[in-house]
């Protein structure tokens, strides 16, 4: 069983992603399933699938073969899967105003408006949710969830820059990436969803998290040496990892450094088949496969924050999953175009760190005020920000870090 998985992963077959990208699929949709009515559930099939066929679309065509991914393509793909995102919040719109599935009927997870929190009333309630203001809660858990995949590309590149990984092979380890990222959030949103629906203090949680996430992004340097990662370390004590690539394989049974010559057909550079002898009984991990790892580590620990800050915006699990989805689809072609460019915008993480703080707060003027009798104190009328008080606030951070980072660039950028 061992050697079948690893000889599928070691592959870049079509029908092998294809099959890998179902089962994620489908872990994904069992994840969120028990959150939604059977006739919700069908929605949700339809949004995966529509992701299964875009992944499968992305890495059997337009990727089957490695390469480098140039600046123009990485350009290109960043503004289809952006106009993707936002284009989506359309449907949103017409599905929830339609009713389509049961989305946005009166079974639709919501916040209860202030006067009824005050009144006694619970801060999530089951009500009709009208396509404007579905669409503006997936715009801005979109828009949310876009920015804070920024400060991600930080530590992407990063780990990239420590494994000296192949540009050319760069786009598998991201794409294997998101299929582990649609099963962690899928599974995590659902678990957070019945969470909140059952104990709702849990609301006050998120929010402190938040707070204190901001407050550790601007007051602590994290490790930027990934080899010091105790995953890693535990990989590599438990098992064999190989010092080269093996093409763009995660596992090799090679024991040299593979050799490569120009096919004289083809013209193109291929790899020559290993020397007689060479081969080893057992499977070895590649250094992609570390890579791959610690991306999804990454991911994990990006997830933590963000999906609590897309709650703060809205308690209905689809549109949580469908923009945070949709803001992860686009994250690789994102880090092409941005990896070499992000480092100019010095005033991006200043942004990011307001914009967690924005959210945690948001969260906690909903959700401290009815619970102040816990602490001895008379409860209070809780504080609800407008959604589209939201959107402007989240999209004006952004600018304004964008338009001070080209005003005022960093010293050294300003010399050179």
Known sequence: MLDSILSLLATTD??????AVTAAANDAASAVAPAASSAKLWAYVAFIGLVVFFLALDLGVFHREAHEVSMKEAATWSVIWLSCGIAFSGFVYWAYDAKWLGLGDANTSRYNTSEAIAAGGAIITSGVVSGADAAKQYLVGYVVEKSLAMDNIFVIALIFSFFAIPAKYQHRVLFWGIIGALIMRGGMIFLGAELILNYQWILIIFGGFLILTALKMALIKGNDDPSQNAVVKLIKKFYPVTEFFDGQRFFTKRTLKPTYSID????????????????SAKWAITPLFLALILV???????????????????????????SNIFAILGLRALYFCLAALIMKF??????????LAFVGVKLLLLSVPPYLSVI???????????????????????????VLSVIFPAKQQAKA
Do not use: H, M, Y
């Open 376 to 402: 001895g104190l008379e409860n209070g009328k809780p504080i609800k920000i407008d959604t589209t008080v939201s959107l402007i606030a989240v999209l004006a951070a952004l600018g304004v870090a964008t």
């Open 264 to 279: 004289p057909k083809t013209g193109k550079e291929v790899q020559d088949p290993p020397p007689p002898g060479s081969l």
């Open 296 to 322: 999804e580590i990454t991911d994990l620990v990006f997830a933590v924050d963000s999906i609590p800050a897309i709650f703060a915006i809205t308690p209905d699990p689809f549109i949580v999953f469908t």
């Open 346 to 355: 010095r005033f991006l993480k200043p942004a990011l760190i307001l914009i």
């Open 14 to 19: 079509l029908p092998a992603a294809a099959n």
